[in-house]
Every structure is written in structure tokens, then in C-alpha cells.
T-cell receptor, first 118, second 112 residues
Framework: DAGVIQSPRHEVTEMGQEVTLRCKPI?????LFWYRQTMMRGLELLIY????????DSGMPEDRFSAKMPNASFSTLKIQPSEPRDSAVYFC????????????????FGPGTRLTVL | QKEVEQDPGPLSVPEGAIVSLNCTYS??????FMWYRQYSRKGPELLMY????GNKEDGRFTAQVDKSSKYISLFIRDSQPSDSATYLC????????????FGGGTRLMVKP
């Protein structure tokens, strides 16, 4: 398996522009997570999906951020309009719940998208 | 105060040293404890996973959980330059829907 795939790997844009980050989870995984990592705030969960349905978006910083998962193999995170404080590395991760009741299941991370907003 | 606290480092040690990395947390509902390793410009990868209190050993790595103190540790024996990375603790509770709460990460540098 190729693992979690993210694109683009690097994005440089100007303030006010729309940015779209893309993620392809591992085939068969039913959870998908979007994280943001910065030096100041560490790794923050933005939103996660289960079976393509958004479950918790309380980490989304504001209305400029939106995420979709139209099918089991694709998700997008969109920032519109972008601001310099959005500069960070954005990670997508996926996992598979093995049991009907919860136990821990490993999250597999993609390589990240490094976003710079000028 | 953050839910999970971790000293950011950097921690610099000579090759062969024993390394101790630690996290403290405030949520007593946490039952599953993980250590992720993140190399520069890469995504985090699961290193070790422990359920509830106790120790777990895997090669040169030992994870310890003390739920009474809300304190977890990762020990690395005979540290190698290839261990140089950022180590993130993470934890979650029963029925948390696979959501993880991460510490800020400790940057480790092992010098040859």
C-alpha cells in the first residue's frame, strides 16, 4: 500500500488566495483526520471524518476553513481566504476501527503539505 | 493549561546514552498512550502503544505509564544518531472515536 497520499507537498500563496489541500487515505480505512502543525501550537486536530461523515470539527479555527470527504478515497481541506497566520504543515491521517467498541487504532500519517501564505 | 504537556527540548545526548522523554496530562479518562516519532519534514509514525498503567518494552525502547501520577515516559537505551527526531506523546480515552490528544513534542538530537 502506498500509505496516505497528500498533495501538494508544498504550497506558497499570497494572502487572500484560496488554498485547497488534498488527501487520499489508505484503502479500507474508515477514519480520516486533518491536523495542523506549527512550532508554537504543536499538532492540532482540525476535523475528523468517519465513513465520510464529519464527526468533530471543533478544531477548525474559523469559517475560512472547510473540509469535505465526497467519497472514501478522497478528502479536501480548503482555506478561503488564506492569511499569513495559516502558514503551517497540514497533515492528513487515516485509521481503521477494528472492533465495534472502541480501542486504540493506529493513525497513519501522510507526508504533510507545507503551506506558506505571504 | 494544555491537556498534555511535553518539554519541547531540544534534548542533546551523546551516542549510547539512555534517553528519558516524558509527558504529563490532566484528563484522568485517558487510557491509551502512544509515542509517535517524527523525522524532519515527515509525518509522525507510531513507535509504541500502551494501554492503561504499566511498562512495555520493544527492543531499545521502553514505555511506562503511571496513571496515578498522570505521567508517561519513553526510555531509549543505547541511543543512536538515527534516533534523532521529534517524539510526540499522544493519548486517548475509551469511546473517543479514535481522536488523539498530542503533546507538543520533544526534539531529540543524538550526537555521534
Amino acid at each position: 500500500d502506498a500509505g496516505v497520499i497528500q498533495s501538494p507537498r508544498h504550497e506558497v500563496t499570497e494572502m487572500g488566495q484560496e488554498v485547497t489541500l488534498r488527501c487520499k487515505p489508505i484503502s479500507g480505512h474508515d477514519y480520516l483526520f486533518w491536523y495542523r502543525q506549527t512550532m508554537m501550537r504543536g499538532l492540532e486536530l482540525l476535523i475528523y471524518f468517519n465513513n465520510n461523515v464529519p464527526i468533530d470539527d471543533s478544531g477548525m479555527p474559523e469559517d475560512r476553513f472547510s473540509a469535505k470527504m465526497p467519497n472514501a478515497s478522497f478528502s479536501t481541506l480548503k482555506i478561503q481566504p488564506s492569511e499569513p497566520r495559516d502558514s503551517a504543515v497540514y497533515f492528513c491521517a487515516s485509521s481503521f476501527l477494528h472492533l465495534p467498541t472502541s480501542s486504540y487504532n493506529e493513525q497513519f500519517f501522510g507526508p504533510g503539505t507545507r503551506l506558506t501564505v505571504l | 493549561q494544555k491537556e498534555v504537556e511535553q518539554d519541547p527540548g531540544p534534548l542533546s545526548v551523546p551516542e549510547g546514552a539512555i534517553v528519558s522523554l516524558n509527558c504529563t496530562y490532566s484528563n484522568s479518562a485517558f487510557q491509551y498512550f502512544m509515542w509517535y516519532r517524527q523525522y524532519s519534514r515527515k509525518g509522525p509514525e507510531l513507535l509504541m502503544y500502551t494501554y492503561s498503567s504499566g511498562n512495555k518494552e520493544d527492543g531499545r525502547f521502553t514505555a511506562q505509564v503511571d496513571k496515578s501520577s498522570k505521567y508517561i515516559s519513553l526510555f531509549i537505551r543505547d541511543s543512536q544518531p538515527s534516533d534523532s527526531a521529534t517524539y510526540l506523546c499522544a493519548m486517548t480515552s475509551y469511546n473517543a472515536g479514535n481522536m488523539l490528544t498530542f503533546g507538543g513534542g520533544t526534539r531529540l538530537m543524538v550526537k555521534p
